[in-house]
């Protein structure tokens, strides 16, 4: 799918078929969230797979608007290893991940697998919540989940281009 078209036609899909993903398609996704602008090039992401079906039914455990990750092929946590910033305390490492997980998402979308983004930071009950259950070490800080799989329902675009957001030179006549 070309780019443009993807961007402009991706929604968020939470209703997935029972089929598992290839290894393949999984590879290239997280490919894609690698393949992510990031500050200094510092790359601090780390990224969970999750496909046991126990994992999977755990995650609405510690996150309420999840109940439907149970029934994806696959769910990636993206992480961030702070650690690896390189200016802090700037917390750059939330503008890489928010790119990667949009990397994500796309690539999926462009592959066609539905997936939606599911925010784990700044919730402190979400954060703490992965970090006990996929055992994240200390540095190491949950983000984002993203969960996937063979999409069961379309949801058409939206058209969302609204030109009273647009400022030129300054603040206020579009
Ligand atoms: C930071 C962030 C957090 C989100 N968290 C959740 C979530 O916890 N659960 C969920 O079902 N969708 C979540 N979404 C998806 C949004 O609900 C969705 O992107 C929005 O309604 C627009 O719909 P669309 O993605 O189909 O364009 C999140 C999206 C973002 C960017």
């Known amino acids: ?69 149970p029934n994806a092929a696959v769910a990636i946590l993206v992480c961030a290893d702070v650690a690896l910033s390189k200016y802090p305390p700037a917390d750059w490492w939330v503008q890489d991940c928010s790119a990667a997980t949009q990397n994500i998402l796309l690539a999926a979308h462009a592959t066609g697998l ?23 070490p200390d540095s190491i800080v949950p983000f984002s989940l993203v969960s996937l799989g063979i999409p069961a329902t379309r949801k058409e675009r939206e058209q969302r281009f609204d030109p009273s957001r647009i400022h030129r030179e300054r603040w206020g006549a579009p």
């Not at 994992?55 to 608007?65: N, Q, Y």
């Not at 983004?117 to 402190?124: E, M, T």
């Open 1 to 69: 799918m070309e780019a443009m078209e993807a961007i402009l036609s991706r929604r968020s899909i939470r209703r997935y078929t029972p089929d598992p993903l290839p290894e393949e398609a999984v590879r290239r996704v997280l490919e894609a969230g690698m393949a992510a602008p990031s500050a200094g090039d510092e790359r601090p992401w780390h990224f969970v797979v999750i496909t046991d079906k126990e994992m999977l039914a755990a995650i609405p455990g510690f996150h309420s608007l999840a109940r439907f990750v």
């Open 114 to 136: 539905g997936a939606v983004w599911l925010g784990v930071h700044p919730v402190k009950t979400r954060i703490d919540g992965a970090r006990a259950l996929f055992r994240l």
